[in-house]
């Protein structure tokens, strides 16, 4: 099976699967993580159910920690945003 690609928007550092993503095939649902220059924090959101990295429990912002927030939540998401 083949997953067609997407362009990723230029801030995103990392990008992960949903669950939902995988099933549907869809690579636009992901959890994306990005990089604020001016800090150095780790912001990441959910394309699926829209959650954040700031709504997580997780205190640092460091990008480790970023990284094993979105992969976890990818690996169990299976929201899928309101169509338009």
């Not at 997953?3 to 990723?8: G, I, L, N, Q, S």
């Not at 928007?9 to 949903?18: F, K, S, W």
């Not at 220059?37 to 700031?54: H, K």
């Amino acid at each position: 099976m083949t997953t067609p690609t997407t362009t990723w928007p230029e801030d995103v550092i990392a990008r992960y699967l949903t669950d939902v993503g995988k099933a549907l095939t869809d690579p636009t649902m992901t959890v994306d993580l990005s990089k604020d220059p001016g800090t150095g924090d780790i912001s990441g959101v959910c394309r699926g159910c829209e959650t954040t990295f700031d709504d997580s429990s997780y205190i640092s912002r460091d990008l480790d920690t970023g990284r094993h927030w979105a992969q976890s939540h990818a690996e169990t998401c299976r929201a899928m945003p309101k169509p338009a």
